[in-house]
Nanobody
Framework: QVQVVESGGGSVQAGGSLRLSCAASGYHAYSTYCMAWFRQAPGKEREGVAVILGDGSSAYTDTVKGRFAISKDNAKNTLDLQMNSLKPEDTAMYYC????????????????????WGQGTQVTVSS
């Protein structure tokens, strides 16, 4: 049984930083899966935030490029998101998700293709 758990959210002022962590359990040592960060603000659709693609490169939604950095520890099945220079518009519930049997690719922003989701962690940025 796969479980995905996020941690690290909180409230900060604009310009501040937060680090989110995601831990996925239930995968075998040689499992293939994609792991990505999403967020959803009130009244808005869920959007892909960041991912590490199958070739090892990182991909980000345009609004966070240059401010967020994603990192992964394959041995621990963890995915971290370092968020710097936070803006009020970054306020959202942040989710980690996994998609079984595939490496992350150009499709990574499609939330419908993910099998497992964490419960989310709230990030609130005040101006």
């Amino acid at each position: 049984q796969v479980q995905v758990v996020e941690s690290g959210g909180g409230s900060v002022q604009a310009g501040g930083s937060l680090r989110l962590s995601c831990a996925a359990s239930g995968y075998h040592a040689y499992s293939t899966y994609c792991m990505a960060w999403f967020r959803q603000a009130p009244g808005k659709e869920r959007e892909g935030v960041a991912v590490i693609l199958g070739d090892g490169s990182s991909a980000y939604t345009d609004t966070v490029k240059g401010r967020f950095a994603i990192s992964k520890d394959n041995a621990k099945n963890t995915l971290d998101l370092q968020m710097n220079s936070l803006k009020p518009e970054d306020t959202a519930m942040y989710y980690c998700a996994t998609s079984n049997g595939v490496r992350c690719g150009p499709w990574w922003m499609n939330s419908a293709l993910y099998n497992y989701w964490g419960q989310g962690t709230q990030v609130t940025v005040s101006s």
